[in-house]
């Protein structure tokens, strides 16, 4: 079999296919919604027995794509979105941010809304950064952001927006406040879902926009990661739900959704829509611990198995070419910067050499991908075969005989699947394929080569908020 004519994933890496840009005549607005933790079972057209009216009408008119790659976590995905380059070419290749580590994405990468802020764009963040912290040159708003309402560590309370952490080298838990307008603190939110309270800033910033000026908005929702908290009205319809789990978090995805259709709303209201490119993403897998499901794919949130890195994307826009079509071509997360930046008329030159793909021809057109592999991460400090879970979770409402195999096969220090025949990564074929196991440890060893050490600090005690005190930059 000729290794171009299938797609194989080999532990770390996978191979396919994405193609360059077209502008639109006027500059486009653009806005980008990033869901947190949501499964690839978990919306409406995956069958899923969660309601998602508004992901479902907006992806059936756009195009779905449905070979779209992600991170296994939050960290690494917003790190790629926004660099529009590998983990190991930023040194994060290693896990997410703490809340007291010391770092950030290098302030020497030039991220996505820097790259349209020099476009001509007014760029907006609503939600979760979580990109680093430790000192102010971190924050969104030095990161070339013109506004910034949201959180920044990696999860909190939807209703108190309180952050609990440890601090190892005080041997404590810290409980603080983790909500900035701007590069303040946010007081006065207390007892608002926080699904709810970031889509109406989203909302506010697109009444208020000036439609004369191309609009950059990224709004990094808080759903549907843990801890599970939603409002009953959400909850009520899926009393049909045994898994207390499962029922908590499908009232989350639906209180996500309609956010994302009141979002959509407003473009159309404030009469901008017709000139709107919408990206919805999942940033990872989702967590089965915490009721999420990618049935029928293998594994979840942290794992390189399908379930962890295949994400739910679509693009909604009237400046399609081809709506209400299913893309298969490939494309990754590190994609979005060049291609956006492309259809803003800006241009990427001054940022680091990208592992991206300008792919607004693949998802408008229909094209090839240019994209022909795949760097899932090269992370030494993981001792694991395959990080995390690799099993296959049972379809929720069903039980486990009935989903999953009978056994797992034993884990092998190399395992080769094909992806485009078998995603579910059922059959391990590495006895098989021989020369493209050989192929895919030669570009693993080739993409080391270039990889920077990894960036991982211990704790820094002095990240302690105080007792009173908010999260935020110390050094």
């Not at 890496?13 to 639109?24: I, N, T």
């Not at 794992?303 to 909604?316: M, T």
């Not at 057109?365 to 090269?378: D, T, V």
């Not at 190399?414 to 995603?423: G, S």
């Amino acid at each position: 079999m000729d290794k171009m004519q299938s797609v194989y994933s080999l532990i770390t890496a996978a191979f396919l296919v994405s193609f360059p840009v077209v502008l639109a005549a006027q500059q486009p607005h653009i806005v980008f919604v990033l869901a947190d933790d949501f499964g690839w079972y978990d919306v409406g057209y995956h069958s899923s027995e969660i309601s998602t009216p508004n992901l479902d009408k907006l992806s059936a008119r756009g195009v779905r794509l449905e070979n779209y790659y992600v991170q296994p976590l939050c960290t690494p995905s917003r790190n790629q979105l926004m660099t529009g380059r590998y983990q190991i070419h930023t040194g994060m290749q290693h896990q997410i941010i703490w809340p007291c580590q010391p770092y950030c994405v290098p302030l020497d990468e030039k991220l996505l809304p820097q790259l349209m802020k020099e476009a001509g764009y007014g760029t907006h963040m609503v939600g979760k950064w979580h990109l680093g912290m430790y000192k102010k040159d971190c924050l969104p708003t030095r990161r070339g952001f013109d506004t910034y309402f949201g959180y920044l560590t990696g999860s909190e309370d939807y209703y108190t927006h309180v952050r609990c952490s440890p601090i190892a080298a005080l041997n404590l838990t810290r409980c603080a406040l983790d909500l900035r307008e701007g590069e303040e603190v946010a007081t006065g939110y207390k007892g608002v879902y926080s699904t709810e309270l970031l889509s109406q800033r989203a909302i506010s910033i697109i009444e208020k926009h000036n439609s004369n000026k191309p609009l950059f908005l990224y709004v990094a929702l808080q759903a549907v990661h843990s801890p599970l908290q939603v409002p009953e009205r959400y909850v009520a319809p899926y009393s049909f739900i045994k898994d207390p789990q499962r029922r908590l978090y499908a009232g989350m995805v639906s209180a996500m959704d309609e956010a994302v259709g009141n979002i959509t709303l407003a473009l159309q209201q404030g009469g901008l829509w017709n000139n709107t490119i919408l990206v919805f993403s999942t940033d990872n897998g989702g967590q089965t611990l915490y009721g999420g499901s990618n049935w029928p794919l293998r594994g979840r949130k942290w794992s390189l198995w399908e379930g962890g890195i295949r994400g739910v994307g679509f693009v909604a826009s009237p400046l399609l070419k081809q709506p209400g079509t299913i893309s298969h071509e490939l494309i990754h997360i590190s994609d979005w910067l060049p291609t956006l930046v492309g259809l803003a008329g800006g241009s990427t030159g001054g940022a680091k050499p990208l592992d991206g793909f300008n792919v607004w021809n693949t998802i408008s057109k229909g094209f090839a991908s240019p994209r022909l592999e795949l760097l899932h991460n090269i992370d030494p400090l993981y001792n694991d075969i395959a990080p995390c879970c690799y099993i296959w979770f049972p379809r929720p409402g069903h039980n486990s005989s009935e989903s999953s195999p009978s056994k797992v096969d034993p884990l092998k220090s190399v395992m080769l699947f094909d992806i485009e025949k078998d995603p579910e990564e059922r059959n391990e074929v590495s006895t098989q394929f021989p020369t493209v196991v050989e192929y895919l440890l030669s570009r693993l060893h080739q993409h080391q080569k270039s990889a920077l050490p990894i960036n991982f600090p211990a704790d820094d005690p002095r990240c302690d908020p105080g007792p009173a005190g908010a999260w935020g930059p110390w050094a």
